[in-house]
C-alpha cells in the first residue's frame, strides 16, 4: 500500500469512527468469502457496515475517537463492525457468531465505555430502536382505544336494551 493510499485509509476510517455509535471487533479468521459477503449483507440490511483493515492504520485513525477503547483490541486478522444503533451491529455479529465458529467476538466499544463478549451479547439482547419506537406508540395509544371503547359501550348496551324489549313485545 502506497503512503497516500494509507493516509486515505486512516482518514476515512477515523471519520467512520467518529460517527458511529457502537463498534464490534471479532476474528474472522477461517471464514470463506462467501461467509464474508453474507456477513456484509446482514450487515448492511440491519443499517450496520464491517470493515477490515490493517490493524496498525486502524490504531491511527481510532485516535481522538470515543470508541478509541478498542484499541488494544486489534490483533491478528480481525473485522470491525459499526453501527450508529446500538444494538444493529452486536446483534447481527452475535447472530452470526452462532452460526459460524470461526468468527469469533473479542469485544467492542459503545460510545466511551469499552465492552467484553458479555457486554456485547448484552447490547445484542437488547430491543431494536424501532421495536422500542413500536412498544411507546402502542402504549400512547392503547389508552386512547380504551377510552374510544368505553365511550361506545354505553350506547352498545342500551341499543341491546331496545332491541331485546322490542323483540319480547312482538313475541307477546
Do not use: W
Not at 15 to 41: C, D, P, W
Not at 146 to 158: E, G, I, Y
Amino acid at each position: 500500500m502506497e503512503r497516500a493510499a494509507k493516509k486515505d485509509a486512516v482518514v476515512a476510517l477515523n471519520e467512520v469512527f467518529k460517527t458511529t455509535n457502537v463498534a464490534i471487533v471479532a476474528h474472522y479468521s477461517g471464514l470463506t468469502v462467501a461467509q464474508m459477503q453474507n456477513l456484509r449483507k446482514q450487515m448492511r440490511q440491519a443499517g450496520a457496515s464491517v470493515k477490515v483493515s490493517k490493524n496498525r492504520l486502524a490504531k491511527i485513525a481510532l485516535e481522538g475517537t470515543d470508541v478509541a477503547g478498542i484499541g488494544p483490541l486489534l490483533k491478528g486478522p480481525t473485522v470491525i463492525a459499526t453501527s450508529n444503533d446500538p444494538v444493529a451491529a452486536p446483534k447481527v455479529a452475535i447472530d452470526f457468531a452462532k452460526a459460524n465458529e470461526q468468527f469469533v467476538i473479542l469485544g467492542g466499544s459503545m460510545g466511551k465505555t469499552v465492552l467484553n463478549v458479555d457486554g456485547v451479547k448484552a447490547l445484542a439482547s437488547l430491543p431494536s430502536l424501532d421495536e422500542l419506537r413500536a412498544k411507546l406508540v402502542g402504549l400512547i395509544v392503547a389508552p386512547a382505544t380504551k377510552l374510544a371503547q368505553l365511550s361506545n359501550a354505553p350506547a352498545a348496551k342500551l341499543a341491546r336494551v331496545i332491541q331485546a324489549h322490542a323483540s319480547k313485545g312482538e313475541a307477546a
